[in-house]
């Protein structure tokens, strides 16, 4: 059982900026791709990027790119996403996840969520 450990979630108005953080054990950070994807209650889960486990390689979804940047920290097992020029269509619960095809949305593990909301 992969863990994925998500925060940095929170309220931030139109505009607004928020890093998310996303803490893997050692193992799934080595071998495998960590992708966030968010859902908002009564919506399809939405793929939003993705990094490789060597963190050469990142790939974004349409809503998120020009806004949005994933990152790693190996020295912590860290994933961030970076937010910034938030909307109000950005909030949801925002979610970490893992699995050999975590870039192509399919995902085998996730956390438990962090909940992002952008209003004024």
């Known amino acids: 059982q992969e863990q994925l450990v998500e925060s940095g979630g929170g309220q931030v108005q139109p505009g607004g900026s928020l890093r998310l953080s996303c803490v893997a054990s050692?193992?799934?950070?080595?071998?495998?791709?960590i992708a966030w994807f968010r859902q908002a209650p009564g919506q399809e889960r939405e793929g939003g990027s993705c990094i490789s486990q060597s963190g050469l390689t990142q790939n974004y979804a349409r809503f998120v790119t020009g806004r949005f940047t994933i990152s790693t920290d190996n020295a912590k097992n860290t994933v961030y996403l970076q937010m910034n020029d938030l909307k109000p269509a950005d909030t949801a619960v925002y979610h970490c996840?893992?699995?050999?095809?975590?870039?192509?949305?399919?995902?085998?593990?996730w956390g438990q969520g962090t909940q992002v909301t952008v209003s004024s």
């Open positions: 996840a893992t699995g050999p095809d975590a870039c192509r949305y399919e995902y085998d593990y």
């Open positions: 050692l193992s799934t950070f080595e071998n495998f791709p």
